[in-house]
C-alpha cells in the first residue's frame, strides 16, 4: 500500500538558518503530495501541495517540488523564523485509488532558536 | 467562517466502556474523514465518508469501531468496549468535495485508564 517516510526529528536550527525536511512516498497511483503543519497547540493545517510531478507548491515561504523519478517532495526554507517552530507532516492522497484518503508520515519537529 | 470543531477536546474513559466522539464538519463540506493519530505518529485513516454513506472505512481496526453520518452533516465515531490501545487523538476532516483540501478539527484526546 501508499506509504510516507520522513526525515526523522527532531530538528533544532537557528533563526534565518536554511530548511531542510525530506520526504519519500510509495504510492501505485498518481498520488497529490502534500506538506501539512501543526504549530503547538492548533489543529493540522494545510501548507502547501503539488498534483503531479514536477509541480513547485509554495506558501509562507516554504517550497516543495514534486520529483516523481526519486518519487520526493523535500520540504525547503530559505530563512527560517521562530514562528516556524511546529510539527510538520508530509501526505499523500490518491483521488483516483484511495477516494481522497491521506496517508501521513509521522512528522517532523522543527524548533527555530532566536 | 467556522471551522471544523470535535467535541469532547478530552475524553478520559475506563476500559471497557463505551464512547461517543462528535465531528462538525464545514457546512457544506460533503466529505468527512476520520484518522486516528498515536503519539510520535502521523494520522492514520479510519473512514471516510461521502454524505450519508460510508464509503471506505477500510481504515477502521476492528468492529468496536464504528462511525455514523446520518444527515449528511455531523459524525459520530463510536467505540464499544474500549481498551488501552485505543489512546490517542482522534482527528476530523471535511472537504467540500473528495478531490478538495481537507481541513481539520482540532481532534478530541481519548484517555483509557
Known amino acids: 500500500g501508499d506509504s510516507v517516510t520522513q526525515m526523522e526529528g527532531p530538528v533544532t536550527l537557528s533563526e534565518e538558518a536554511f530548511l531542510t525536511i525530506n520526504c519519500t512516498y510509495t504510492?501505485?497511483?498518481?498520488?497529490?503530495l502534500f506538506w501539512y503543519v501543526q504549530y503547538p497547540g492548533e489543529g493540522l493545517q494545510l501548507l502547501l501541495k503539488?498534483?503531479?510531478?514536477?509541480d513547485k507548491g509554495s506558501n509562507k515561504g516554504f517550497e516543495a517540488t514534486y520529483r516523481k523519478e526519486t518519487t520526493s517532495f523535500h520540504l525547503e526554507k530559505g530563512s527560517v523564523q521562530v514562528s516556524d517552530s511546529a510539527v510538520y507532516f508530509c501526505a499523500l492522497s490518491d483521488m483516483y485509488t484511495n477516494a481522497g484518503k491521506s496517508t501521513f508520515g509521522d512528522g517532523t519537529t522543527l524548533t527555530v532558536k532566536p | 467562517g467556522a471551522g471544523v470543531s470535535q467535541t469532547p477536546s478530552n475524553k478520559v474513559t475506563e476500559k471497557g466502556k463505551y464512547v461517543e466522539l462528535r465531528c462538525d464538519p464545514i457546512?457544506?463540506?460533503?466529505?468527512l474523514y476520520w484518522y486516528r493519530q498515536s503519539l510520535g505518529q502521523g494520522p492514520e485513516f479510519l473512514i471516510y465518508f461521502q454524505g450519508t454513506g460510508a464509503a471506505d472505512d477500510s481504515g477502521l481496526p476492528n468492529d468496536r469501531f464504528f462511525a455514523v453520518r446520518p444527515e449528511g452533516s455531523v459524525s459520530t465515531l463510536k467505540i464499544q468496549r474500549t481498551e488501552r490501545g485505543d489512546s490517542a487523538v482522534y482527528l476530523c476532516?471535511?472537504?467540500?468535495?473528495?478531490?478538495?483540501?481537507?481541513?481539520f478539527g482540532p481532534g478530541t484526546r481519548l484517555t483509557v485508564l
Open positions: 504510492a501505485t497511483g498518481y498520488p497529490s
Open positions: 503539488a498534483t503531479k510531478a514536477d
Open positions: 476532516a471535511s472537504s467540500l468535495r473528495r478531490e478538495d483540501e481537507q481541513f
Open positions: 457546512s457544506g463540506h460533503t466529505a
